[in-house]
């Protein structure tokens, strides 16, 4: 699977469909990621192959607003109450 070049539009689409699990070039799961970055309704991070040495931006969109919280954002929450 490794190779060079701008990634296809269905090889793109495998990677959103496979979560972002592994590098879209070379197929590998070890990856590193940059901090987040964004405007407006949109943020991006830098990801880099730790064996290929290949870089993208996995994109991100706002989609939806929750007051709901998981339950380990309620337990810190209650943590900080308790101070």
């Known amino acids: ?9 269905e090889e793109q689409q495998k990677y959103i469909d496979e979560e972002g ?15 987040f970055y964004g405007e407006s309704m949109t943020s991006w991070r830098k990801v880099t192959c730790l064996k290929c040495h290949r870089a993208w931006h996995d994109v991100y ?5 929750s007051d709901e919280f998981t339950f380990d954002e309620e337990a810190k929450d209650e943590d900080s109450n308790l101070s």
């Not at 699977?1 to 539009?9: E, H, I, K, Q």
């Open 1 to 9: 699977m490794s190779r060079r070049g701008r990634l296809t539009n």
């Open 21 to 35: 699990g592994s590098c879209p070039y070379c197929g590998d799961g070890d990856m590193g990621s940059d901090s």
């Open 61 to 65: 969109m706002l989609v939806q607003c």
